[in-house]
């Protein structure tokens, strides 16, 4: 028996390939499918089986290009329904893998169709349970992302009961494969690890010891953030279907010249740059944002960038296919090109360029006490800024600032002073304010992480949020 965690930084998610005897099953994968075909052909194996937990809301699957590049069916659990073909598996099914099996575990709660997904070695032990979004480290899934007319509150009893019934009645050495981790927007606050033991789990997992069920329910639905926007969207895209990730490279992959690219532009597609932020502030084609891929890319994309609308791109060489494939894990199919010869090619030709100024925060003590206009805006979430900001900072969050309602502190004789944690959503945030016509922009190097370190900026913090 073989096991591999395909784990994705950027989105924090966890897709499994499960092998035995030649024959494989893939769990949860991403919508950029090769590198499961390249695993199976490399292990001289067929992938049999394509598992899915639940309808996920933060990426797209790659369910659909899988079966149809390998034949294999896409496996849900009890409850689902769906506008393409798959095989819908009654709780306690099992599926035969090679020398090992599979079974259905159904653990509505995060989700009514959630299933977990029990894995039986040669020998009939129970040997790992894939957990989806139902069990993480150390936390457990959400229960606010919709599910029919279900409260939070009813999903979270639904979860209790599943928890309880299904997965805490396993072993203890039962290794915990979740769909995500550290950094997930599915769970609250996720563990550092990306697999444990259920014996582990059982012992640190805040919620796995509330001591009954209303004490769960209140546990695990108190303080949950808002989930990013384009959650529901997912959800939905994943439910009904999507185009192949290849007709959406053909599109995509199309080198636009100069004019070519201001005529899109000019009709209204979105201009969005996918360079590092240091090298975006030193120039940038006016009305981009920038999202550099370096970061948490799709995460970002999701919540910022409208569905449906064109997309045009600025890359840095050879990084238009990474764009678009991560760009379409979280639903985005409607990139129409690229600048030929990047941004480069825009400067040489003389076009008209924008920038944004970057200043160290040892600048911003200097600048404070003598603008009377200087507005230091914080982009960070609203936990972050309660554990430390600059006095009379203006906070919204980044994932906020496509509301135009937000910026009703912002006016325009303001010089406002972006920052974050550490200089990559302040980036964004300043292409944002400068794409809906804020100029007066600064961005502080470096974020709060430096900015705490000058004793001329005053700072506070915000106990009553944080208790």
């Known amino acids: ?79 689902t329904e769906t506008k393409f073909p798959i095989y819908l598996s009654r709780d306690g099914e099992v599926f035969p893998l090679g020398a090992v099996s ?22 009939g032990t129970q040997q790992a349970v894939f957990t989806g979004d139902t069990l993480f480290v150390n936390e457990v899934g959400r229960p606010d992302l919709s599910s029919g007319n279900l409260t939070k509150e009813e999903l979270a009893g639904m979860l209790y009961d599943s928890l309880h019934s299904k997965i805490l009645t396993l072993p203890d050495d039962v290794v915990v494969y979740p769909a995500h981790g550290p950094g997930s927007n599915c769970g609250k ?32 639905t108190d303080d949950l953030a808002e989930p990013p926007s384009y959650f529901s969207i997912n959800a939905k895209i994943n439910k009904e279907g999507y185009e192949s990730l290849q007709e959406v490279l053909v599109k995509g992959l199309k080198p636009l010249n100069i004019q070519e690219f201001k005529t899109k532009a000019d009709e209204g597609a979105w201009i ?57 894990r979280v639903g985005f199919d409607t990139a129409e090109g690229y600048l030929e010869g990047g941004f480069e090619a825009w400067k040489r030709a003389g076009e008209t360029l924008d920038m944004i100024i970057d200043v160290e925060a040892d600048e911003l003590a200097m600048d404070i006490p003598f603008d009377e206009n200087l507005v230091v805006l914080d982009v960070r979430n609203e936990t972050e800024y309660a554990d430390g900001h600059v006095k009379d900072a203006l906070n919204i969050p980044l994932g906020e600032l496509t509301d135009p309602g937000s910026m009703a502190g912002l006016e325009d004789h303001h010089n406002i002073y972006v920052h974050c944690g550490g200089g990559y959503r302040s980036v964004i945030a300043a292409s944002l304010l400068k794409r809906q016509g804020y100029h007066n922009l600064r961005n502080v190097s470096g974020g709060w992480s430096e900015i705490k370190k000058q004793d001329k900026i005053k700072t506070e913090k915000d106990t009553s949020v944080l208790n």
């Not at 004490?215 to 695990?220: H, Q, S």
């Not at 932020?277 to 409208?306: K, Y």
């Open 189 to 220: 606050n996720l563990g550092p690890d990306t697999t444990s033991s259920l014996g582990q789990q059982k012992q640190s997992n805040y919620a796995l010891n509330q001591p009954d069920r209303e004490a769960f329910i209140k546990a695990v």
């Open 272 to 328: 969005l740059d996918t360079r590092d932020p240091a090298l975006f502030t030193q120039g940038f084609v006016p009305g981009s944002v920038n999202i550099g891929l370096d970061g948490r890319f799709a995460e970002w994309a999701g919540s910022l960038l409208p569905f449906g609308k064109p997309i045009i791109l600025v890359t840095e060489a050879e990084k238009e296919k990474e764009t678009l494939i991560r760009l379409a």
């Open 102 to 123: 599979i079974e259905v575990l159904h653990t509505p709660g995060h989700t009514l169709e959630s299933t977990c997904y029990l894995l039986r070695d040669e020998q």
């Open 1 to 79: 028996m073989f096991i591999k965690q395909l784990y994705t930084s950027c989105l924090s998610e966890a897709a499994y390939y499960i092998e035995s005897n030649g024959e494989a099953a893939v769990i949860d994968p991403l919508r950029d499918i090769e590198t499961y075909i390249s695993l199976a052909a490399e292990r001289k194996a067929s992938i049999k089986w394509i598992f899915e937990t639940h309808f996920h809301a933060d990426f797209i699957s790659g369910h659909l290009d899988l079966s149809k590049a390998t034949g294999a069916p896409i496996v849900y659990g009890p409850n």
